[in-house]
């Protein structure tokens, strides 16, 4: 099976930098998912890693670190808007390549 | 294309009866995913097509969970004789294959 752990919740200033940390822990793994969910809406992806390294889109950041079962998103610039849960998920090469989630994390931005 | 879309977005229901959701996928998706969600938990996987075989089931998906696809392009869930810890919210998702995947906005189920 997979174990995925993320923080419940964290807080951060507009215009700040918040760094969200997943560590996870699976047999054959097979790449790595960020993604974004505001409260009643559906999940939005973000980010893919499957090579160890930073991948930087705009704001958004993730890294991936497969020795240490080890990812984090980073958001620079923070925007009042970015105020959600942040999910991480892990994909198996075991079955169907199905990811699997965490609980999320969720991020409230203060002014 | 629209996405993935979800039908109902909301359904309130009694202990005891029935109920059905759907799912339109991306029409270029062979790939079809149901997760289920409750509040402060990350999706739950149930189970997953590829085209109109059902390839995986979780063990969440107990005996009165069914979901099938019957042509390869929409998708139903349903679930009989619902019970009050199945009120969550049940995601569908789609992909082209074993990336990509898009989710669509959900059916927030409640059981009453």
């Known amino acids: 099976g997979q174990n995925i752990d993320q923080p419940t919740e964290m807080t951060a200033t507009e215009g700040a930098i918040v760094q969200i940390n997943c560590t996870y822990q699976t047999s054959g793994f097979n790449g790595l998912f960020w993604y974004q969910q505001h409260a009643g809406e559906a999940p939005t992806f973000l980010s893919y890693?499957?090579?160890?390294g930073l991948e930087e889109k705009g704001r958004f950041s993730s890294f991936l670190s497969r020795s240490k079962g080890y990812s984090y998103l980073l958001l620079k610039e923070l925007q009042m808007k970015d105020s959600a849960s942040y999910l991480c998920a892990v994909r198996s090469s075991g079955g169907s390549y199905i990811p699997t989630f965490g609980r999320g994390t969720s991020l409230i931005v203060h002014p | 294309d629209t996405g993935v879309s979800q039908n109902p977005r909301h359904k309130i229901t009694k202990r005891g009866q029935n109920v059905t959701f759907r799912c339109d996928p991306i029409s270029e998706h062979n790939r079809l995913y149901w997760y289920r969600q409750t509040l402060g938990q990350g999706p739950e996987f149930l189970t997953y097509?590829?085209?109109?075989?059902?390839?995986?089931k979780s063990r969440l998906l107990s005996d009165r969970f069914s979901a099938e696809r019957p042509k390869g392009s929409f998708s139903t869930l349903e679930i009989q004789r619902t019970e009050q810890g199945d009120s969550a919210m049940y995601l569908c998702?789609?992909?082209?294959?074993?990336?990509?995947?898009?989710f669509g906005s959900g059916t927030r189920l409640t059981v009453v």
């Open positions: 890693n499957v090579l160890d």
């Open positions: 097509f590829q085209n109109e075989a059902q390839l995986e």
């Open positions: 998702a789609s992909s082209p294959g074993q990336a990509g995947y898009t």
